[in-house]
């Protein structure tokens, strides 16, 4: 393998010393005895390279994960491209590689590095680690030892990078406190210059006094200057802010105009889970779903003008040579101009034979017109995510759509062409009971008659059935995760009920359920946990190839921890405690110092609500105080698309 002509600057000789690049040659003797090198290689088209020496700042952007994942994650995009605008920061990106690789490297004494140009991980300013999910929290510790940085922040000095945690993990860090400086809560875009300004200004201050600085900003969590105090039952009793000078609860952050989507997107060197160009339509949503944390924390919604969609994707295009669009949202077709942006990109892509696709759709005609429009002929699957079988139990998870008019569409899809259609469905649900699981055979098998009536033998359905995990920032944070006898015996109800021709059905393991659960839902005390199962072997645990089952289960068996050791007798009744265990709604939560802006008094009431099975109307429609405009008033602006401006 030929080294790539845009890394000729790191050519034999080099150190890899902190400051200076590693040697190509180095990695270049690994390439050949791994999987897929072409994610170890960079040289991607349109990757930005600046001297190392004539910049005041360098921050790396990690994804702990494969590149092949990392390469997709659309805010590591975004502050790439806001960070290397500004002449004086540079900007460089690092992924965790397949184990394989990690294999190699350690046998090789070689240290994580960025792909722009091989610059050791250790060697920058600062460290940017992506926490999107929780189960990237035990590869964030690989992706820092592999680099060569301690592990915990209190063995680490100047000389180390200043690590950073954000993401969607970072709503509840308390589990993965011990590890990370500071975390960012909410969004980055603006938040993002405002922090390294602030490590270059103090680059010369002992590590607690920058952090000390770093903590009055708006939108920076530093857990160091946290402390937990619990009651003597073992549940949380208050979190102590320890400095006089930071605030008693971190609100998040949030830009009230979406900044520009970046043009230059970084073209990959093999094939990556999204291989597209994107374009983020809007952001938020207002159909309140009580089980989904992404709809809390992004509120307010924003969205882009069709024009600037419009111009942005053509740009996108001619950079990058993409051949497919991506319009990113969590409902695309809530975007309230959906129907003049369709025909508009079709009009501007006349001709070019690019293809556009909506991530995600909710469940009715519109969006199969919306689908149709879009696949010029192309017919494969159409997915929807009804999430419960039965209209009760969907009217409690404030997910509403009839039987009828989800069948109603399965027809429409199946008429227009479509041969699979693809089902999403949640079990554990609070409240459900045997009869809402076979609400779910029956309906998929009543989907299956419709395609045998209207696409014969052709058609199909696909079954993907997740476990409910109940999840910060939501209405439903303090239910209990349901336990293992009840999933496996609805999971061994499904697999009996949706067999035969043309049906499909998947499901998740238990234990992956339990360990989500049991991160997204910690507190400050799973820290030796995390370590412990690191330690003994736990990286990739979402991987079902990977996950180490049995370092997190010998983890927890050693109860790791003065704290855990005291408090709990079993393994059992830790469990217990943390994931199956209701939360008494006068109990003080992990997360609750760290506010989404969706206010704890609003989720309280709406999880009331959810247990008389009443509906709450979409916030387009009613104002339900949640607790976005009182605690954004400042953000009242026309540009500001929150519908319940008044």
């Not at 094939?271 to 809007?282: D, G, L, P, T």
Request: aromatic letters at 8%; one cysteine or more; glycine letters at 6%.
């Amino acid at each position: 393998m030929q080294m790539p002509a845009s890394h000729s600057h790191a050519g034999p000789g080099a150190a890899g010393l902190p400051g200076s690049p590693l040697a190509w040659e180095r990695i270049e003797a690994l390439l050949h005895r791994v999987q897929k090198p072409g994610r170890y290689v960079g040289g991607e088209f349109n990757t930005v390279h600046k001297p190392w020496d004539e910049v005041a700042t360098r921050v790396c952007l990690a994804f702990p994960d494969l590149y092949d994942l990392g390469m997709s994650n659309f805010s590591l995009m975004v502050l790439y491209d806001i960070l290397n605008r500004q002449p004086d920061i540079l900007a460089h990106r690092a992924y965790l590689p397949a184990p394989d690789m990690i294999q190699e490297m350690r046998a090789a004494g070689l240290p994580l590095y960025a792909l722009e140009d091989y610059y050791p991980v250790a060697a920058f300013d600062i460290l940017a680690i992506s926490t999107a999910y929780e189960q990237l929290f035990t590869n964030a510790l690989e992706l820092m030892d592999l680099s060569g940085i301690p592990i915990r922040r209190e063995d680490r000095n100047e000389s180390h990078p200043l690590v950073i945690g954000g993401g969607h993990g970072t709503f509840n860090p308390e589990p993965i406190t011990e590890f990370f400086d500071l975390f960012v809560i909410g969004e980055a875009e603006d938040l993002i210059l405002d922090l390294v300004d602030t490590v270059h200004q103090t680059h010369d201050l002992p590590r607690v006094e920058q952090l000390r600085l770093l903590a009055s900003t708006p939108g920076l969590y530093v857990p160091q200057f946290y402390q937990p105090v619990y009651a003597s039952t073992g549940e949380l009793a208050r979190i102590e802010p320890t400095e006089p000078s930071v605030p008693h609860e971190v609100l998040k952050r949030i830009v009230p105009v979406l900044p520009p989507t970046p043009i230059r997107q970084i073209v990959p060197n093999i094939e990556i889970v999204f291989n597209r160009a994107v374009v983020e339509i809007h952001r938020g949503c207002t159909r309140g779903c009580r089980f989904c944390q992404a709809g809390s924390i992004t509120r307010p919604v924003r969205e882009r003008s069709v024009e600037e969609i419009v111009d942005t994707a053509e740009a996108i295009i001619d950079a990058t040579g993409y051949e497919e669009l991506a319009l990113l949202s969590l409902s695309s077709a809530d975007y309230s101009h959906i129907t003049d942006l369709i025909p508009q990109l079709r009009a501007r892509f006349e001709g070019r034979h690019i293809s556009t696709s909506l991530p995600s759709l909710r469940i009715d005609a519109f969006s199969v017109e919306l689908a149709e429009t879009l696949s010029e002929g192309r017919r494969s699957g159409f997915t929807f995510a009804p999430e419960a079988g039965s209209e009760e139990l969907r009217y409690r998870i404030n997910k509403n759509i009839t039987t009828e008019e989800l069948l109603q569409v399965a027809t429409t899809v199946f008429e227009r062409g479509w041969r699979v259609i693809k089902l999403y469905f949640m079990i554990g649900l609070p409240t459900e009971t045997d009869a809402d699981v076979e609400a779910i055979i029956d309906m998929t098998h009543q989907v299956r008659k419709i395609g045998n009536q209207v696409g014969a033998r052709r058609t199909e359905v696909h079954v993907s059935v997740s476990t409910f995990i109940p999840k910060p920032h939501t209405s439903f944070q303090w239910e209990p995760l349901a336990d293992a006898a009840t999933i496996e015996r609805r999971q061994s109800m499904l697999r009996e009920g949706i067999r035969g021709r043309g049906l499909q059905l998947s499901w998740n393991p238990y234990m992956s359920s339990q360990l989500e659960a049991l991160l997204a839902r910690g507190d400050r005390r799973l820290n030796e946990l995390v370590e412990r199962a690191w330690h003994l072997g736990a990286r990739f645990d979402a991987w079902d190839d990977w996950r180490n089952e049995d370092a997190w289960h010998r983890a927890i068996a050693e109860l790791p921890g003065e704290g855990l050791q005291a408090q709990f007798d079993s393994p059992e009744a830790f469990l217990d405690f943390y994931l199956t265990r209701r939360r008494a709604e006068e109990e003080t939560l992990p997360w609750d110092h760290l506010q989404s802006g969706v206010e704890k008094r609003f989720f309280l009431q709406d999880y009331r609500r959810s247990r008389e099975g009443k509906l709450l109307v979409d916030c387009r429609e009613q104002c339900h105080a949640c607790g976005i405009l009182q605690n954004y008033a400042e953000l009242r602006t026309e540009e500001w698309a929150c519908p319940v401006l008044v």
